[in-house]
């Protein structure tokens, strides 16, 4: 009977520890609002303020092709840069750069 409780008790700790986990990353979840803002800064000349390109040669954010990448290769992506786009590396934190894929995201 005690063993059962402490059993019970142990579940309930590790639910909260999880809980208190998922609600952490959803803290911390890229923010398209902000995203917007970086991109207004640094990408928008090349990328066009709604992301149709302005440069001959960049993708069409709005059409999507690009971003059916997940983040993580689109993020370095980024961080490293391709022919006429400079890399952000250094420049740009890896969540501000999660940030703009996020905006990016919301462009489709
Ligand atoms: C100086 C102009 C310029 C700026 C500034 C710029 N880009 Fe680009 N970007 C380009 C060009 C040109 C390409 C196409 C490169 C190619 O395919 O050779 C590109 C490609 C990309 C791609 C597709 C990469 C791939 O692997 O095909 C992404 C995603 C991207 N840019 C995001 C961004 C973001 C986010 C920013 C701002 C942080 C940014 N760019 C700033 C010119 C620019």
Do not use: W
Not at 16 to 31: K, T
Not at 77 to 102: F, H, N, S
Request: overall charge positive.
């Amino acid at each position: 009977m005690k063993r059962d409780e402490r059993r019970i008790k142990t579940g309930a700790v590790l639910v909260a520890a999880a809980l208190m986990c998922i609600s952490g990353v959803e803290a911390h979840a890229a923010d398209p609002v902000k995203g917007r803002e970086l991109y207004t800064t640094h990408c928008a000349m090349c990328h066009g303020k709604s992301g149709h390109g302005v440069m001959p040669g960049t993708p069409n954010f709005t059409r999507g092709d690009v971003l059916l990448r997940p983040d993580n290769v689109l993020l370095n992506g980024i961080k490293v840069g391709k022919g006429a786009m400079p890399a952000y590396y250094g420049i740009l934190t890896d969540r501000e750069i999660l940030d703009i894929i996020a905006f990016l995201r919301s462009l489709r």
